[in-house]
């Protein structure tokens, strides 16, 4: 069983920084597919970022990609999401998500196997 706890969320104004983090406990992470997702009110979870578990390939939505950065340190079983030039629309809950094994539908929601339970981004204008 793996535990996801995600912190470093908050209000930021719009063009700051946050530094999202998840740690996994349970587990060891660094065999696993890691993943950010976000979910605004009145909106479907969307996915925001992914990274693979040996080479460290990186996926990035459209909408963050230059702006948005995902890391892991294996050592600390820790993933991490940066954040910068943070816009009002990137106000959401974002959950971490992780999956044992590679899926190249690392976008989709319904294939990861754990979640963290979010921690709410509020960008202001």
């Known amino acids: 069983q793996v535990q996801l706890v995600e912190s470093g969320g908050g209000l930021v104004q719009a063009g700051g920084s946050l530094r999202l983090s998840c740690a996994a406990s349970g587990r060891i992470l660094s065999s696993y597919l890691m993943g950010w997702f976000r979910q605004a009110p009145g909106k479907e979870r969307e996915f925001v970022a992914a990274i693979t578990r040996r080479v460290y390939s990186t996926y990035y939505a459209d909408s963050v990609k230059g702006r948005f950065t995902i890391s892991r340190d294996n050592a600390k079983n820790t993933v991490f999401l940066e954040m910068n030039s943070l816009k009002p629309e990137d106000t959401a809950v974002y959950y971490c998500?992780?999956?044992?094994?590679?899926?190249?539908?690392?976008?989709?929601?319904?294939?990861?196997?754990?979640w963290g339970q979010g921690t709410q981004v509020t960008v202001s204008s």
């Open positions: 998500a992780g999956r044992p094994l590679w899926s190249d539908s690392y976008y989709r929601d319904d294939v990861y196997t754990y």
